[in-house]
């Protein structure tokens, strides 16, 4: 496990998060999304930290809007942890990186 973070799609979601032995961070945002931007470093410290336990995606909402829906995705951003592939953790918005390694139970 590195701390890169991939881009997954509508197309590889199911293979790169869904079946993922390990537990996995979405981060679903948009290029428009300025929270989305400030959230970002979070997530790339998040990755970094927790490279050997945890993977970390990030998908965009708009070029994947089959994925958004599926997850009811109406705030940007939104960040899921999922285990086993189910979600295991949710939040929504910008948050520094205690609160949300807290609030997704990381």
């Known amino acids: 496990m590195g701390a890169e973070i991939v881009e997954v799609t509508d197309a590889?979601?199911?293979k790169e998060?869904?079946?993922s032995e390990f537990p996995v961070v979405v981060d679903f945002w948009a290029d428009w999304c300025a929270p989305c931007r400030m959230v970002a470093p979070v997530i790339e410290e998040l990755a970094n930290d927790m490279a050997?336990?945890?993977k970390?995606?990030?998908l965009n909402v708009d070029a994947n809007t089959g994925t958004a829906a599926r997850y009811r995705i109406?705030?940007?951003p939104t960040v899921m942890l999922f285990r086993?592939?189910?979600v295991a953790g949710q939040v929504v918005g910008?948050?520094?990186k205690e609160?949300?390694?807290k609030e997704l139970g990381l």
């Open 12 to 14: 590889d979601f199911e």
């Open 17 to 19: 998060v869904l079946e």
């Open 52 to 54: 050997e336990s945890l």
């Open 56 to 58: 970390v995606v990030k």
């Open 74 to 76: 109406l705030s940007i």
């Open 84 to 86: 086993n592939g189910e």
């Open 94 to 96: 910008a948050l520094p």
């Open 99 to 101: 609160s949300l390694v």
